[in-house]
C-alpha cells in the first residue's frame, strides 16, 4: 500500500474549472467524478471555495473516496 504523500483536493478542483470551461460542450452535462484517498491533508479551506466555484459554474460533481 501506499503511506506517503498529500491529497491537494482543493487544487485538483481549482484545476478542473478552467479546464471545463475550456472544454464545454453546449449538449453535454458538465460533471466530474472524484476520487480520493480519503481526507485531503492540504489546504483543506479551498475544497469548499473551489467546489462551490465548480458548482455554480453548472458542474455537477460526484465524489467517491
Do not use: C, H, W
Not at 14 to 19: R, V
Amino acid at each position: 500500500p501506499y503511506l506517503a504523500g498529500v491529497t491537494n483536493t482543493g487544487a485538483a478542483l481549482k484545476a478542473a474549472l478552467p479546464a471545463m470551461q475550456q472544454a464545454r460542450r453546449p449538449d453535454v452535462k458538465d460533471i466530474i467524478i472524484l476520487l480520493s484517498d480519503g481526507r485531503t491533508n492540504v489546504d483543506e479551506e479551498t475544497v469548499i471555495e473551489a467546489a462551490q466555484a465548480l458548482k455554480d459554474d453548472g458542474v455537477t460533481i460526484f465524489s467517491v473516496g
